[in-house]
């Protein structure tokens, strides 16, 4: 079995994808996801022309997917000119994944500190 590994690029646009595709048919949802993905060719900014909004947010690999698919449906807000049902469904996955950090977070946290108590290294 070929083990894989899933980067957070490809999380990301998995996730857009499929909040695409649960609100819409597939030509046009392909046609969103890519507003959000690719670059922008006509944008006023010379680093848009040559990467897409997700890729802007992934700079530097500091955000975790959650906070990336908020400022995505944020972005995506602001293009429709207010909400919508991809930029909802961005919202809630990207808050139920902004969860899961914060818990892995807290537990990582916490067993650091019963090492610490129990002096285990």
Do not use: Q
């Not at 980067?7 to 969103?32: I, M, P, S």
């Not at 944020?74 to 899961?100: F, I, K």
């Amino acid at each position: 079995m070929i083990a894989t590994t899933t980067t957070k690029r490809d999380r990301v646009r998995a996730e857009v994808f499929d909040a695409c595709a649960k609100h819409y048919c597939a030509k046009h949802a392909a046609f969103l996801a890519e507003t959000l993905l690719d670059p922008i060719p006509n944008a006023a900014e010379e680093e848009f022309r040559r990467i897409g909004m997700a890729d802007f947010f992934l700079r530097g690999d500091t955000l975790p997917v959650g906070d990336i698919l908020g400022l995505l449906a944020d972005h995506l807000e602001d293009l429709w000119g207010g909400p919508n049902p991809v930029s909802a469904t961005l919202w809630e996955r990207g808050y139920a994944l902004y969860l899961e950090w914060w818990e892995k977070l807290n537990r990582e946290h916490e067993a650091v500190l019963w090492r610490i108590r129990h002096d285990v290294e």
